[in-house]
Structures are given as structure tokens and as C-alpha cells.
């Protein structure tokens, strides 16, 4: 039914002037004139001057608008909101930004206590070494190292859960130490150019072991003796024969398809320390480095190792 003039200008009547709905709200007009320009305030139209004109309840949208902006929302992400999309994803988005220039932060702030702590001398190699490393720092490095490292056949769930307990994860709130650890890490197995040939599983010609491990089965193997060996370093214990040992020098068998007798291991203890690289020291330095030697590495773990089957000849 159509509206009689009177109700038109009653109507009229009650629109408020971008003015008005700027001083109503406690903002400027320059502020409101943007949004609508944004498409976030739709004017109600024009008066016959070409005035926008605003109806009241676009007094409570733009208080929408501005809450919404306190917490740092883009405007895509406000027009979305106003839309009827998420308002929990977008404040969830907002506060995982938040979080990563936090993180970002705080690895700035332990970079530039290292180099303000250390020693004048020192002091241009570590901005160097530092400001080659993203902050906050990421884990691409080590991971590329290792699966340069680590056999191809070996299937995706071992090799996650090997990545997983070789490759550290930058603290969320670092120390000076920390951050030069993890700058240090990825300078390392950015340059490094190790690969699977040599390593134990592929052993060096004229050496203890004939032929080639089987590496699933070595690394799955490995997945049992180091835990067990990690404990035993944990507790203090000195590297000896016993059940570590036993699982060590099982999985290497059961990856030659050998038995495990006193011939192969003295094969496999040849095999080992032919096999070993300096390199990997460095790579557990750096780790103890990034965790502040908090716990035993896979490092620590076939180290002791090592010292057992060394002890146990």
C-alpha cells in the first residue's frame, strides 16, 4: 500500500545527516563518508542538496564497525562480518595474526639481545648470522637436511615421526642463546650437503657389513633402541650392554637379515665408526643449543650407543 506524503516526510524526518551520525557516534565525517565509500555504511539516499542521509539504525553499524576495527580487522574482513559470515573466524584469523607478529617480536628481541650482549668483536658476525634467519624462525631448513639425510624408500608415517623427534621446533619465547642456537641450526643444514650415502645404513666399502640394510626396517628398529637409550642417558646411566644395546644391535640385524652374535657385532661396530660424520655432532650442538639441552636428542640416544657397543667389545 502506497505510503501517504505525510508518512513519506515523517520518514523523512527521522533519516540523520552524515553530520549527525557522526556526532552521534563520536566519529569524524571524513570517518563515515569512508565506510560508506567502503560499502560498510549504505546511505538511506540524498536529500535534494545531494546530502547523504542515514537511517537510525546505521547509528548501531557503525558502532559495529568501529568495535570491529578495534580489534584490527581489515575491512574485508568487517564487510564479511556485517554480511553474516563468521564472526568467530574472523576474530580467530585476527588473534592467529596477533599471535605470529608476537612470536615475530619476541624472536627480534632475543636476536638483538644476543648481539647487544656479546662482545663488540663478535657483534657483525652475529648480525650476520642473525639477520640471515626469518623471524620468527621456521623449521624448513633442518627438514630439507634431513630428507636429504634419511633413505627414500622409507614410507611417509616413519618419516614424519623421524622428522618429528630429529628436528626441533623454535621456542615461542626464546633466549639470546636460543636464537643464535637456532641461527646457527639453520646456517648449518642450509649449507650442508650430506646425504644418505655413508650413513649406517649404507655402509662404506671394506668395512664390517657386506651388502645394503634394509632401511625400513633399520629406522623402525632405531625408533625402538633410541627412546630406550634416551632414558638410560636421562637417568645418568654410562653407556653399557644390556637392553638398549640389544635393540640397537637387533634392528641393524634385522636389516641385514643377520643374526645377532658376536661376528656381527663386531661388524656392525666397525660398520659404525666408519660410518660416522662430524657433521652430525654439529647438528646435535646446534639442537641442544635451540632446547637448551632440556632433554636427550636422538643425538644423545645413538651416541651412548655407540659407547655401548664400544664398551661391549
Known amino acids: 500500500m502506497e505510503r501517504s506524503e505525510g508518512e513519506r516526510a515523517a520518514g523523512r524526518s527521522q533519516l540523520l545527516t552524515i553530520g549527525e551520525l557522526a556526532r552521534r ?7 563515515v563518508r569512508h565506510y560508506s565509500d567502503e560499502g560498510l555504511l549504505p546511505d538511506a539516499g540524498r536529500s535534494g542538496g545531494g546530502h ?10 557503525l558502532h559495529r564497525i568501529r568495535d570491529l576495527r578495534a580489534f584490527g ?3 574485508p574482513a568487517v564487510a564479511d562480518a556485517l554480511g553474516g559470515g563468521s564472526l568467530e573466524a574472523a576474530l580467530a584469523e585476527r588473534l592467529r595474526d596477533l599471535g605470529g607478529r608476537l612470536a615475530a617480536l619476541r624472536w627480534r628481541q632475543a636476536a638483538l639481545r644476543a648481539v647487544t650482549e656479546a662482545p663488540p668483536a663478535e657483534r657483525p658476525a652475529l648480525l650476520r648470522l642473525l639477520g640471515a634467519v626469518p623471524q ?21 608415517p616413519l618419516l614424519a615421526a623421524i ?24 646456517a648449518f643444514t642450509s649449507r650442508s650437503r650430506m646425504s644418505a ?6 655402509p662404506p666399502p671394506a668395512t664390517g657389513l657386506a651388502g645394503r640394510a634394509d632401511p625400513v ?11 630406550l637409550a634416551a632414558a638410560a642417558a636421562a637417568a645418568g646411566r654410562p653407556p653399557a650392554p644390556g637392553a638398549e644395546l640389544d635393540a640397537f644391535v637387533g634392528a641393524h640385524a634385522q636389516a641385514y637379515g643377520e643374526r645377532d652374535d658376536d661376528a656381527f657385532r663386531a661388524g656392525l661396530r666397525e660398520t ?8 652430525m655432532a654439529a647438528y646435535w650442538r646446534h639442537v641442544d643449543e635451540v632446547t637448551g639441552g632440556g632433554y636427550p636428542t636422538m643425538g644423545t640416544a645413538h651416541a651412548w650407543l655407540v659407547g655401548a657397543l664400544g664398551a661391549a667389545g
Do not use: M
Open 25 to 31: 557516534a563520536g566519529v569524524t565525517v571524513k570517518t
Open 52 to 61: 547523504r542521509r542515514y537511517a537510525p539504525e546505521a547509528l548501531e553499524r
Open 73 to 75: 580487522l581489515s575491512l
Open 136 to 156: 620468527p624462525p621456521t623449521s624448513e631448513a633442518p627438514v630439507r637436511f634431513w630428507r636429504r639425510l634419511l633413505p627414500r624408500e622409507l614410507p611417509p
Open 163 to 186: 622428522l618429528d623427534e630429529a628436528v626441533p621446533a623454535p621456542p615461542a619465547d626464546p633466549d639470546p642463546a636460543q636464537a643464535v642456537g637456532c641461527a646457527r641450526l639453520h
Open 197 to 202: 650415502a655413508g650413513r649406517c645404513d649404507r
Open 217 to 227: 626396517a633399520l629406522y623402525r628398529g632405531l625408533g625402538e633402541a633410541y627412546p
Open 272 to 279: 659404525v665408526r666408519a660410518g660416522e660424520d662430524p657433521r
